[in-house]
């Protein structure tokens, strides 16, 4: 796997955050937990799509090791990779 891409990208899959036309939708979840009405809905829902990821954890370290601010990686939310981090840190 390229270091440089999304593993959904990198593994040339169709991932559960994906819609048949290709969008990936997790960066939307992310945008709506910064803040906007139903957001605590939409990233759950988007956490929920990852359980069923066959890369779940490639996508996790992927936006861990670059410090991917918005969306849904992994499962894990922006606060969540944030703490991770922090603990990691410390
Ligand atoms: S773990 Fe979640 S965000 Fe990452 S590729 Fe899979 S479904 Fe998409």
Known sequence: MSRDLPPSVAY???????????????GMAGDLENGRRGAGKASAAAR???LSCP????CGTYALDHGEPWGIWGG??????????????S
């Open 12 to 26: 040339g899959i169709t991932t559960p955050c994906q819609t048949p036309d290709g969008v990936i939708i997790f």
């Open 76 to 89: 894990m939310s922006p606060r969540t990779r944030d703490l991770l981090r922090r603990q990691e840190a």
């Open 48 to 50: 929920v799509l990852c």
């Open 55 to 58: 890369v779940i954890d490639e």
